[in-house]
């Protein structure tokens, strides 16, 4: 265990796709599903001698002397004791087997809280809705002796049930319920890196509305699933980028938005990570695109704008224009017809301001021929 809150596919997005630039100049242009309830059996020590403590005069009015008052002091603290020796049997009766775990010191637990665990433990108080702060309520402590595991909590039939925490060989710290030795319920969890955890368990790993803070800044809160992100989400990244939206199998899936902070933002689909199918993309210096996309680029039809009022609708390829395709350059000349890796490119049809038309040949984005289209001939 320790390992399973740490993913996080953002960063690479932004690298990919930063290099869309079209540039035209060269044309001219729950709650927990599981949640162990700490045994009911706790004594009910506010009610013990309520009506003795609390009825402090006698029926004729009188108060009851000191010696009554101790008297019924050492009754209470009797009582008290009693149920502390019957609530110490029921622990240790439900204590593992020997084979399983041995009972060490207390004190000797302490030695595996690092300064690591300590601080995130201290900075993360859990919501009271979920559960109070992990407390040792007289617990003993033991080794795990196949795993190395430091485990000091609830146990029933041998069995890590109830509330507990437990600190791991690789470092790493979980606190919250259990059920059947395995985390289950709501808890939490730091990793040797500083990753924390919290939110709901199944089986050891986050399942369920989870909010992780990574030590490097980054954050996630959100759905997973047996460890994996999966559901609706928001993922952040210390580098500005921000992703919101749905996630399938740990990576970006579906409909969501993605942003980095000074570049873009980007709404659409996605596919196992990747910018896929329909989306729009608004760049910071005002250029949009609403349109097709495949592998992280522009492909299939779209339309681009530009802030200068250039625009073009049309077929896409690898991030440029290709197949045939309508531009319109801010002066209203209008070019209809082909193109290849972003250049006019064959038969096309160009339109000037006052509406003449001049059928040609173009390559690589220069003229080859080009005549005039009268209107008879069209």
């Given at each position: 265990?320790?390992?399973e809150?740490?993913?996080?596919?953002?960063?690479?997005?932004?690298?990919?796709m930063?290099?869309?630039?079209?540039?035209m100049?060269?044309?001219?242009?729950?709650?927990?599903?599981?949640q162990e309830?700490?045994?009911?059996?706790?004594?009910?020590?506010?009610?013990?001698?309520?009506?003795?403590?609390?009825?402090?005069q006698?029926?004729?009015g009188?108060?009851?002397?000191?010696?009554?008052?101790?008297?019924?002091?050492?009754?209470?603290?009797m009582?008290?004791?009693?149920?502390?020796e019957?609530?110490q049997?029921?622990?240790?009766?439900d204590?593992?087997?020997?084979?399983?775990?041995?009972?060490?010191?207390?004190?000797?637990?302490?030695?595996?809280?690092?300064?690591?665990?300590?601080?995130?433990?201290?900075?993360y108080?859990?919501?009271?809705?979920h559960?109070?702060?992990?407390?040792?309520?007289?617990?003993?402590?033991?080794q795990?002796?196949?795993t190395y595991e430091?485990?000091?909590?609830?146990?029933?039939?041998?069995?890590?049930?109830?509330q507990?925490k437990c600190?791991y060989?690789?470092?790493?710290?979980?606190?919250?319920?259990?059920k059947d030795?395995?985390?289950n319920?709501?808890?939490?969890?730091?990793l040797p890196?500083?990753?924390f955890c919290?939110?709901?368990?199944?089986?050891g790993?986050?399942h369920?509305?989870?909010?992780?803070?990574?030590?490097?800044?980054g954050?996630?809160?959100g759905?997973?699933?047996?460890?994996?992100?999966?559901g609706?989400?928001?993922?952040?990244?210390?580098?500005?980028i921000?992703?919101?939206?749905?996630?399938?199998?740990?990576k970006?899936?579906g409909?969501?938005?993605y942003?980095?902070?000074?570049?873009?933002?980007?709404?659409?689909?996605?596919?196992n990570?990747?910018?896929?199918?329909?989306?729009?993309?608004?760049?910071n210096n005002?250029?949009i695109?609403?349109?097709?996309?495949k592998?992280?680029?522009?492909?299939g039809?779209g339309?681009?704008?530009?802030?200068?009022?250039?625009?073009?609708?049309?077929?896409?390829?690898?991030?440029?224009?290709e197949g045939?395709g309508?531009?319109?350059?801010?002066?209203?000349?209008?070019y209809?017809g082909?193109?290849?890796?972003?250049?006019?490119?064959?038969?096309?049809i160009l339109?000037?301001q006052?509406?003449?038309?001049?059928?040609?040949?173009?390559?690589?984005?220069?003229?080859i021929?080009?005549?005039?289209?009268?209107?008879d001939?069209?």
């Open positions: 265990m320790g390992n809150c740490t993913t996080c596919q953002c960063d690479k997005k932004g690298a990919q930063g290099q869309v630039d079209i540039d100049d060269s044309t001219q242009q729950q709650k927990p599903y599981y309830k700490q045994r009911s059996d706790r004594f009910e020590d506010q009610n013990i001698g309520n009506g003795s403590l609390r009825n402090k006698s029926l004729n009188s108060v009851l002397n000191q010696s009554q008052h101790n008297n019924q002091l050492q009754q209470n603290q009582l008290q004791q009693s149920y502390n019957q609530k049997s029921q622990i240790d009766k204590a593992p087997p020997f084979e399983y775990a041995i009972q060490i010191p207390l004190q000797d637990i302490q030695i595996h809280e690092t300064a690591v665990i300590k601080d995130i433990v201290d900075k108080t859990p919501p009271l809705e559960y109070e702060k992990m407390k040792d309520n007289g617990f003993k402590a033991y795990i002796k196949n430091y485990y000091v909590g609830e146990w029933l039939d041998g069995k890590r049930n109830g507990g600190y060989p690789d470092g790493s710290y979980y606190e919250g319920f259990w030795n395995s985390p319920g709501q808890g939490r969890k730091v890196d500083g990753t919290q939110g709901n368990f199944k089986d790993l986050p369920g509305y989870v909010t992780m803070n990574r030590k490097d800044g954050e996630y809160q759905e997973y699933y047996l460890g994996k992100k999966q609706q989400g928001v993922e952040k990244t210390p580098k500005g921000t992703y919101k939206g749905n996630f399938h199998n740990d970006m899936h409909k969501g938005i942003q980095i902070n000074d570049k873009y933002t980007y709404e659409g689909e996605f596919i990570d990747d910018i896929e199918g329909y989306g729009v993309c608004t760049w005002g250029r695109y609403r349109g097709q996309w592998n992280n680029k522009i492909e039809e339309e681009f704008l530009w802030p200068d009022q250039k625009k073009y609708k049309g077929a896409f390829k690898q991030d440029k224009f045939y309508e531009f319109q350059w801010p002066n209203g000349i209008i209809r082909n193109w290849k890796q972003g250049e006019m490119d064959g038969d096309g339109i000037t006052n509406g003449e038309q001049f059928k040609g040949k173009w390559q690589a984005g220069q003229t021929e080009m005549k005039k289209i009268e209107n001939q069209e």
